[in-house]
């Protein structure tokens, strides 16, 4: 069977959340009382995001300087993408995060080639506009990883689920073997599910042989 990795970008590629430092940084209002309703399930990641980020007014080239100088890449994931490429494993980013800040850091550390899928940002006047599309390209409010889990498994590909939130608890079950950090690791142990813990990439090409 052919195998797909479906990876998780913020807190997971990346040793802290961009999306909550741009706005820790730049959101002008309680967007944390917002991310509390995301995280009660009151609301999508769509309706988040649009109201979160309507909060930051900055210009793009502002908050990518913010993100370049503050944001660093997990350890050992430069060799874990040469190590896909090797086992001839499609590796696939799909984050509810921003394109525009995915695209710059894969292309600072030489991976622009990388496959990513994420919120299409519009920045006009100082004001950010996000949307989701599906792999149907259709527009999405809700479930933007859970559709690409599904869509690839439409298409016969064995998923490897790589990532640490709680939007990656959904999408992480439908998938054939599971790596975890931080929310998603607890829920995993907390429900006696089977997954594999993970601090940095080397230790998931090392468990990766052994699948």
Known sequence: MKTLVQCDFDG???EVDASFLILEEFARGDWHQVLQEHREHKISVGQFNARAFAMVKA???TLLRTVMKKVNLR????EFVDYCLKRKFRLVIVSNGLDFYIQALLDYYGLGEVEWHAAETCFKDDNMR???IGPDGKLLDDAF???YVQYYLTQNYRVIY???GDSDIT???QAHHVFAREELLDYYQKNELNCKPF???NKVVKEMELL
Do not use: H, L
């Not at 350890?75 to 430069?78: L, M, P």
């Open 12 to 14: 997971t590629i990346t």
């Open 59 to 61: 210009e793009q080239k």
């Open 75 to 78: 350890a050992g994931f430069s």
């Open 130 to 132: 996000v949307q989701y």
């Open 145 to 147: 990883k859970e559709a």
């Open 162 to 164: 790589v990532g640490n």
């Open 171 to 173: 999408p992480a079950k």
């Open 199 to 201: 601090d940095d990439f």
